[in-house]
């Protein structure tokens, strides 16, 4: 494509100063003579206004940009369908990073709103370290996190509530009389697996349950992790009866496991899940999963960054999502449907539309 | 925010005209002494030089669209994943555009082209209006097609092949002794669903199978539509043996009734879906699925839009990516890992790592 007329072809064919056309393009104050001749020009040679000369104008790019560590992840997806409709709604184009889970990737994202490309940003941090409170308390755009910052830092701030969360799901397992429960855990450095072992803990005490380092066991946060885990568990504590995992990847190896080994879910061991994302249902039996509110903590941080895009002022504000317990077959859900002379009744809930593009 | 120094507030602090401060911020050749003023007039007032000055001048904003119907729709994230870090490594960033399934929004979109807000666009239509061709054979920027484009259109181009898809499945359905194999579409009036319909037909043909119209049923793309037409389907014809469904959602919803019916899955009956999305490997029995090569159309979509990035000027090229059948325990695979000893062997392929952040 050949390049398309300039600032400066255009005051050339206007027979005006490169001064002049910046005035007319930009809206100042000038003389009505000029004005024509520029327009003319500008109109003659296929001058398209474009975006980016309007937002150097009104210093708004109408867009926002949306950054977390992997566009795989459920849990971001979950958070992204929620984002991206209220901001289209509000004529703002999503912008998406994804930072590869390295934290370096994260401070060139805060760094980089000094570029003035995204009028304000949402951001998913693995981890707050010093360097993002540095960027943060200078970014030159509003910025929304999701997850927690220290307290006092001047930050719209979204958070979920793991350890709520784990705690519904062991006051639930020992109301259905469970009391061997085990806890299946991502690594110890990451923040949910920090957060839910602590938790885990904690829950236990409550419920005046031992706490046996037996029952605890660490791999990383996919299926196949959550598979080793469990099998190992099971032959060195054949007497477990339910498994809390800490995500739902985990968990679907869990059912792995105790298919093959013959145990029954969940009349032998019942199994929750958590981020309570579309694999939950898809599987069988379907899971019990612990919801921390990812699509409502999008939606939250969404709505908090209009505010702030709008002109509002106020002091930084948290916004904590409450967790919730989606009960399924793995626990104490209904196993089956019913079918009934061409009729099905029974859930049907199970991820987006797909239409097979 | 205040707002920041302009090109006026420089050019009144340097002293000079606002044409000579665009020149130095535009890198025009221009007297030292110009640019020793302009550019300590510029550090006084704290001016960063920004993208959007920076692509005024280069015409480049290094930024690429992706447009899709809906973000919830795991065949366009198959997609997603794989533009995202092609393009990204290019030092692209992202711009998502969800069109709602409105053919309107996709023609905003390549219209908005004009306002040059990326450097290219790749775009998933539903379907391929006149107004799009119109708006391709014009477009002020690259634009790769992901899905079917009439034959001399002069845009590139990114097929599937979900006709050699549907015959794959039947050919590995009828290898397995199955003679009754019913449809379990989504609406007509769509591509995948008209494309599926022909494609069974034909497949049916090829196989020496007669076609009943008894053995077909239209719903729409969701796992209840699927329940729905696989309970009307049981009551009308109990002697099927096999159900090819038009997406993985559907076939999720036939494994919810023939599980109620007390149907044994593949014994009595066998389940081919497709897509192959993470629910098929998380669904149990686990899915056998017909892959119509989304992430490897989003991967060749992201490097043939690079290619014209770069300045590639070759005629316009079309890329079809083969289907492939992803065998699993509802057709033939085994429905079983192994667990003996601590030890679990089998498959545990489903989705990305899940953090829950």
């Known amino acids: 494509m050949a390049d398309g007329p300039t600032i400066n072809t255009i005051a050339e064919r206007a027979g005006v100063s490169i001064a002049s ?5 930009n809206g100042l104050p000038t003389r009505q003579e000029t004005v024509r001749k520029v327009m003319a020009a500008a109109d003659e040679l296929g001058y398209v206004r474009n975006a980016v000369a309007r937002s150097l104008k009104s210093r708004r790019t109408h867009q926002v940009a949306f950054a977390m560590a992997d566009v795989g992840n459920p849990a971001y997806l979950a958070m992204l369908r929620q984002i991206q409709p209220v901001l289209k709604a509000a004529g703002y184009r999503l912008v998406l990073h994804s930072t590869d ?9 805060l760094h980089s709103l000094g570029e003035r490309y995204v009028d304000g940003l949402i951001m998913v941090p693995l981890r707050v370290t010093e360097a ?6 200078t970014a030159r755009a509003p910025v929304v996190i999701i997850g927690s910052v220290p ?5 719209d701030n979204v958070r979920a509530d793991s350890r709520t969360g784990v705690r519904l799901a062991l006051d639930h397992l020992h109301a259905l009389g469970r009391r061997r429960i085990a806890l299946v855990n991502g690594p110890l450095d990451t923040v949910p697996g920090a957060a839910r072992g602590a938790a885990y803990r904690e829950a236990l005490g409550d419920l005046d349950l031992p706490y046996d380092e037996d029952l605890v066991r660490i791999g990383d946060f996919y299926r196949a992790d959550g598979a080793r885990a469990v099998a190992e568990l099971l032959a ?12 739902d990847l985990i968990a679907l190896g869990a059912l792995d496991v105790l298919r093959a080994a013959g145990r029954r879910v969940p009349e032998d061991v019942a199994v929750v899940g958590m981020d309570d994302t579309d694999l939950a249902a898809a599987s069988w039996p379907s899971l019990t999963s612990v919801s921390l509110g990812s699509a409502e903590r999008g939606k939250a941080a969404a709505e908090l960054l209009l505010e702030r895009l709008q002109g509002g002022e106020s002091d930084p504000r948290v916004v904590t999502v409450p967790p919730r317990l989606a009960v399924r077959a793995s626990t104490a859900g209904p196993a089956y449907g019913k079918y009934t002379d061409g009729k099905y009744t029974g859930e049907t809930h199970a991820g987006g539309k797909e239409g097979g593009a």
């Open 101 to 109: 889970a390295v934290v370096e990737d994260e401070i060139a994202v």
């Open 132 to 137: 993002h409170l540095r960027m943060l308390a």
């Open 236 to 247: 060195a504590r054949p007497d477990i009866d339910a498994l809390m995992c800490a995500n």
């Open 151 to 155: 307290d006092g830092t001047r930050v």
């Open 21 to 25: 056309v910046s005035r007319v393009l």
